[in-house]
Nanobody, 123 residues
Framework: QVQLVESGGRFVQAGGSLTLSCAASGRTFSTYVMGWFRQAPGKEREFVGAISFTGGSTLYGDSVKGRFTISRDNAKNTMLLQMNSLKPEDTAAYYC????????????????WGQGTQVTVSS
């Protein structure tokens, strides 16, 4: 079993930056591909990005590519999402996920999920 807890979500102005954290416990952290998803009210869950076991490879959704960066520190069992040039459309609940065996945007491949952290971007 893996437990994930997100933190760092807050209110921020458009153009600003914010870093979200995901703390993991349980199963060995470095054996899982990790990902971030987000969901705004009334919309489907959207893939944000994913990172490989060692952090050597990443995959990003088109809407955030070039603005967001995923990293992981396996020694600290932590994954980060650095968000820059934030836009109002980035407003959503952000979820940390783990369990995929390869980089994927398919949410069904991620077995473990956190409870989410809210990011609100104002114009």
């Amino acid at each position: 079993q893996v437990q994930l807890v997100e933190s760092g979500g807050r209110f921020v102005q458009a153009g600003g930056s914010l870093t979200l954290s995901c703390a993991a416990s349980g199963r060995t952290f470095s054996t899982y591909v990790m990902g971030w998803f987000r969901q705004a009210p009334g919309k489907e869950r959207e893939f944000v990005g994913a990172i490989s076991f060692t952090g050597g490879s990443t995959l990003y959704g088109d809407s955030v590519k070039g603005r967001f960066t995923i990293s992981r520190d396996n020694a600290k069992n932590t994954m980060l999402l650095q968000m820059n040039s934030l836009k109002p459309e980035d407003t959503a609940a952000y979820y940390c996920a783990a369990g995929a065996t390869y980089l994927s945007a398919n949410q069904r491949l991620y077995e473990y999920w956190g409870q989410g952290t809210q990011v609100t971007v104002s114009s």
